[in-house]
């Protein structure tokens, strides 16, 4: 028996017996989201199965607590317990992924202080695919070419027949592991850009740029007019997990609030997402509807993630609840393809928010910082992006973040949400979408 099986329904959700509705859901997002078992799933099968156990008995104490009439029958059987419960334990934090990025980095390190310029430069150009601005890599595999290009022009002299046999060798090997690798990353980038079909509703993934840059000071709004160089898109790498499972239960869903600045007429509310959203699971990704919301995971340097509906109307209000439990979280705006969009994401944890343009596969950051305000410990915020021909303006918390002129939005009427997983992993939920058309 477990020690917080001992606790009546309000001590396990860590709410007074007076609690409104409100607070009861509130307390039970947050207990779920910290003891669900798809965050354990690469722990101890102990710490797996007491996450699993727990998680049942929070939803069993949500689906008890949020019905008037349940609450009010439990309130009158519930016996007090005469002993005082024992402290909760806090499982371990979930393993920490492989930085397969650092390994490749360290291998050709190696490489090059044995002097294997050639072993070098195969890993370099491995790891310059996955991330062309890790660290000095770029300077490293330039070093390393211009070793392989001076032995070359260096006066030729006999090679031993051993020692040519091995040099071909090695070569060989090589050569064989540099094809596999390639072919191993375009059958998983393949199996990654493969859409899930639901409805209306979409989910794929796409090549994100360089990490994001360095923030600028703090400001309270980072306007731009001319967009920022472009860097060279990196390609996504997929990292092989366990599949999670799904939750046993979902919470029923409760009414939107309606926005306090709604305007224009109303094309889309959702707050359950079942009908019309891609529900899809990968290696490395998944998407779809669970415990009365929309969640939105993905691996490290798997790349952007997103789901998205489409409405008639260009010009439109996106309004979102988010919650980012790890990463970026945020929104697609006029969506149009894998290589043409606009995505505006915030990282609560840390504050910074980045809002770019992909045009022909090229990332292009508009607007870029770092806000104390955009802080959150449970990374929740409430998300409100207009647009209006080539106006962009956004508003996180009831503050504006970016305001500023696009030069060239692709022409379509897709909007969604969206993860971005660059050096960690990333996860979000949403709720209480609503979509409007500007008068």
Same mark, same amino acid.
């Given at each position: ?22 607070? =009861? ?5 947050? &207990? !779920?989201?910290?003891? @669900? ?60 992924? /492989? ?12 490489? !090059? %202080? ?13 790891? @310059?695919? =996955? ?15 211009? @070793?392989?290009? *001076? /032995? ?15 040099? =071909? ?17 375009? +059958? ?32 309270? #709004? ?31 869903? *409760? ?18 997402? =079942? ?8 290696? +490395? ?37 988010? &919650?980012?439990? &790890? ?32 045009? %022909? ?6 607007? #870029?910082?770092?806000?104390? %305000? ?17 106006? !962009? ?6 503050? #504006? ?20 997983? $660059?050096?960690?992993?990333? &996860? ?6 609503? !979509? $409007?058309?500007?008068?």
């Amino acid at each position: 028996m477990y020690d917080f099986e001992e606790l009546d329904f309000y001590e396990l959700l860590g709410v007074p017996r007076s609690a409104s509705p409100d607070e =009861i859901k509130r307390a039970y997002r947050r &207990e !779920i989201a910290r003891y @669900h078992p798809d965050r354990y799933v690469n722990a101890d099968p102990a710490d797996l199965e007491y996450a699993r156990r727990r998680s049942q008995l929070l939803t069993e104490a949500y689906a008890t607590l949020s019905n008037p009439a349940a609450r009010s029958a439990y309130n009158l059987n519930r016996r007090r317990s005469t002993r005082t419960p024992s402290p909760r334990p806090t499982p371990p934090p979930p393993p920490v992924q /492989r930085d397969h990025q650092a390994e490749l980095y360290q291998q050709a390190r190696d490489h !090059i %202080d044995a002097g294997r310029y050639v072993q070098a430069v195969a890993v370099l150009r491995q790891l @310059h695919q =996955i991330n062309p601005f890790y660290r000095d890599s770029a300077e490293l595999l330039a070093s390393a070419e211009a @070793h392989l290009r *001076t /032995r070359a022009s260096a006066p030729r002299r006999s090679t031993p027949p051993g020692a040519r046999r091995r040099l =071909i060798l090695v070569a060989g090997t090589v050569a064989v592991l540099v094809i596999v690798g390639g072919a191993l990353w375009w +059958s998983g980038r393949q199996e990654a850009l493969r859409f899930a079909d639901a409805g209306q509703g979409m989910a794929t993934v796409a090549p994100t740029s360089a990490p994001s840059p360095a923030p600028v000071a703090t400001v309270p #709004v980072v306007p731009t007019q001319s967009p920022l160089p472009s860097p060279a898109p990196a390609s996504p790498t997929l990292v092989p997990t366990q599949s999670p499972r799904e939750p046993s239960a979902t919470p029923a869903p *409760t009414d939107i609030p309606l926005s306090p600045t709604a305007e224009g007429t109303l094309l889309l509310r959702d707050d359950s997402f =079942i009908d019309g959203w891609a529900s899809a699971r990968r290696t +490395s990704w998944s998407v779809g509807p669970r415990d009365g919301r929309y969640r939105i995971a993905a691996e490290a340097q798997v790349g952007v993630i997103w789901s998205y509906r489409s409405v008639p109307a260009d010009d439109v209000s996106v309004t979102v609840d988010v &919650e980012v439990v &790890e990463g970026e979280g945020g929104v697609i705006l006029r969506f149009r393809d894998e290589r043409n969009y606009l995505i505006f994401t915030v990282a609560p944890q840390t504050g910074n928010f980045l809002l770019e343009q992909v045009r %022909d596969g090229t990332a292009t950051p508009l607007a #870029v910082g770092t806000r104390d %305000d955009l802080r959150a410990a449970d990374g929740r915020f409430r998300l409100n992006a207009r647009i209006r021909d080539r106006q !962009i303006r956004i508003v996180v918390n009831d503050q #504006v973040a970016v305001e500023t002129d696009v030069s060239s939005l692709p022409a379509a009427s897709r909007y969604g949400l969206a993860v971005v997983a $660059r050096d960690t992993r990333a &996860e979000a939920w949403f709720d209480n979408l609503e !979509i $409007r058309a500007l008068p």
